[in-house]
């Protein structure tokens, strides 16, 4: 089955660094990889995706990549600001039953400190 | 601006009642979605839609069915409510073949 792990379940950096958060997948291949954000008590918000055949996206101060030889996503935020703060979930797709699918990692809890 | 809504914010249940959960998008999207979500589980897929009167399968539909007779409206129904029920549940809705998904607020349920 499908298994996606983030690097580690919470990440402290200090304001104006950049963050780095992982995602790794095993045993299939997306046809593309998301990532959302969570704050507490709300739903996922869609932050970015990225597609097998692009090594790399941005939007304003996030980038994302993806090795799809490593099966692996890297999430970037820099000049992190304390409102960067939240819970990120990476999701990798597959093409299902009339719908691409999403599986979620269990998501990485950043904390920018002022 | 897409918008999904869900019946409640909070909701409080005895074991054994039937439960329904209400979700609703302003977007004309195709396809529906529920979730739960459980900490150190992650979000995981119980039902989805990808059409009026459609259902499918997710990871974990053990327990729970789902309704969508309008296009606009996904429910969620536990029929005998358990307490390994409780958790937060998250409904999406996305264009048919498109790849990001719109979130509810969540319901947070507990079966006591």
């Known amino acids: 089955s499908q298994k996606i792990e983030q690097n580690s379940e919470a990440l402290n950096i200090q304001e104006g660094k950049t963050a780095t958060l992982t995602c790794n997948y095993t045993n299939y291949s997306p046809a593309y990889l998301q990532w959302y954000r969570q704050d507490p008590g709300r739903g996922p918000v869609f932050l970015l995706l990225i597609r097998e055949n692009e090594k790399e996206k941005r939007k304003e101060r996030l980038k994302v990549t993806f090795d799809t030889t490593l099966k692996q996503s890297l999430f970037h935020i820099t000049a992190s600001q304390p409102a960067d703060s939240a819970t990120y979930l990476c999701?990798?797709?597959?093409?299902?039953?009339?719908?691409?699918?999403?599986?979620f990692g269990k998501g990485t809890k950043l904390s920018v400190i002022p | 601006d897409v918008k999904v809504t869900q019946s409640s914010r909070y909701l409080v249940k005895r074991t054994g009642e039937k439960v329904f959960l209400e979700c609703v998008q302003d977007?004309?999207?195709?396809?529906m979605f529920w979730y739960r979500q459980d900490p150190g589980l992650g979000l995981r897929l119980i039902y989805f839609?990808?059409?009026?009167?459609?259902?499918e399968k997710g990871d974990i539909p053990e327990g729970y069915s789902v309704s969508r007779e309008k296009k606009e409206r996904f429910s969620l129904i536990l029929e005998s409510a358990s307490t390994n029920q409780t958790s937060m549940y998250l409904c999406a809705s996305a264009l048919a073949g498109a790849l990001e998904q719109y979130f509810g607020p969540g319901t947070r349920l507990t079966v006591t």
């Open positions: 839609s990808y059409d009026v009167k459609m259902k």
């Open positions: 977007m004309d999207h195709e396809n």
């Open positions: 999701a990798p797709a597959y093409s299902g039953a009339g719908s691409y699918q999403l599986t």
